[in-house]
């Protein structure tokens, strides 16, 4: 393998900004104020080599939120050493994803117009309903 393809496979570099802002998204959507030792910073480090975005992570996040507020999730599943755990961030991830519902059926194709009924055909029915509600009106009183 050449030296450019390997360079392409590579994931971005990774540098102390990078987990430093990953880890301020994670602070800032749960509303935790935690400190960024090196165990964090190592464990940030591995989800973000591994491909995950901050997109990733708010995507996650959110969902996580959402599925604890409907009671589905228990809330220790955003503490930050379960989130960072990339098999299960991964899962989650995908999980956040999944269409719960079929999509929608397409819509049927509309019924051919009918043609316009004949106007000496309407007016006889008017007429016909009009004597029923002479009738109806005449038996009443």
């Known amino acids: ?12 570099a990774l540098d102390a900004a990078a987990i430093q ?3 301020r998204l994670y602070c800032q959507l749960t509303g935790q104020t ?3 030792g090196f165990d964090r910073e190592r464990m940030w480090y591995e989800l973000l ?3 995950y975005t901050l997109q990733d992570l708010r995507a996650v996040i959110v969902y996580l939120q959402r599925e604890i507020r409907a009671q589905r999730r228990n ?3 955003l503490k930050l050493s379960n989130l960072l755990q990339p ?3 991964e899962e989650d991830r995908q999980i956040s994803r999944v269409r719960l519902r079929p999509p929608p059926p397409p819509k049927p194709t509309p019924p051919p117009p009918q043609p316009s009924p004949d106007p000496n055909r309407q ?3 008017r007429q016909r309903a009009l004597e029923c509600l002479r009738q109806l009106k005449a038996s009443l009183y």
Do not use: I, K, W, Y
């Not at 393998?1 to 971005?12: D, I």
């Open 49 to 51: 080599r591994a491909g």
């Open 87 to 89: 098999d299960r961030f």
């Open 75 to 77: 809330v220790g599943a």
């Open 1 to 12: 393998m050449s030296p450019t393809a390997s360079a392409a496979n590579s994931p971005p």
């Open 123 to 125: 007016q006889q029915g």
């Open 34 to 36: 935690l400190s960024l």
């Open 21 to 23: 802002q990953a880890h």
